[in-house]
């Protein structure tokens, strides 16, 4: 994934734009308070203790940055959305669970949305015969700021 994202990025990188670094969510190494905004992609499913990493995240943001965590639906499960061998070993949460967790992990105004995301694949150039996997209400994000 990393390897990929600098091949996407590469222009970014060679300008300056873009740093591109490898590690482990639960330890991010930055210092308090340094970003604006932080987003995590497909990742949520496999972590083992969501509340510490999404706590490590809130480290790293600065009062007022934004949070935006793609959630882990428990309907996709054992579609193409969330397939096997992955689906049976990954974590899952309702919209209420997945509030909790920021909640729990100190954004007080964590709350959980339902974001349409096909015209996004679209634009990002998804193959039009995996469109029908982006299609619909899309799936739930959670959302916060640090205060
Ligand atoms: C399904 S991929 C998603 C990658 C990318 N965010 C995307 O949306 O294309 C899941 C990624 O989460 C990473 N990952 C899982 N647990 C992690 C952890 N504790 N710390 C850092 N990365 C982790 C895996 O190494 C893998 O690259």
Redesign the pocket.
Known sequence: ?VRVAREANAEAIAEGRLEIRQA???AIPFPDDTFTCATM???LG??ADPVA?LAEIRRVLAPGGRLMVLGSDPEPRGTPGAPEPMASRLRFYGTDELRKLGRRAGFADARVERRAVEQAAREVGVPAEDLALFAGPGPEFLLARKA
Request: hydrophobic share 70%; glycine share 0%; charged share 10%.
């Open positions: 994934m482990s969510a639960e992609h497909a990742v496999f972590l990493v």
